[in-house]
């Protein structure tokens, strides 16, 4: 399953978010958390964040009238995001 993994990034050009990852392998988020886990481990991936959305850099946040999912976000609410590490 690992070499399945590297496999998918290496296909998507390298970088991944969890859930597109455990969909195209058709296997548990929960499952899949340990695995990548272990391949980050290994020096074999990195976890990456996403990237800041322009609302939250431009300064428009506090005044947003906008009902918006990262407002009151825990940062483990944030989608995670996976890349190879250089072979």
Request: aromatic content about 4%; glycine content about 4%.
């Amino acid at each position: 399953m690992l070499r399945r993994i590297m496999a998918e990034l290496r296909a998507a050009h390298g970088t991944l978010s969890l859930d597109a990852l455990a969909r195209r392998l058709d296997v548990e988020r929960s499952a899949l958390e340990g695995m990548l886990t272990t391949l980050v481990r290994q020096g074999k991936l990195r976890e990456v964040r996403p990237p800041t959305p322009p609302c939250a850099t431009s300064g428009h946040c506090a005044t947003c009238t906008q009902v918006c999912p990262l407002a009151n976000a825990s940062p483990r609410a944030f989608p995670r995001y996976y890349t190879l590490v250089n072979e």
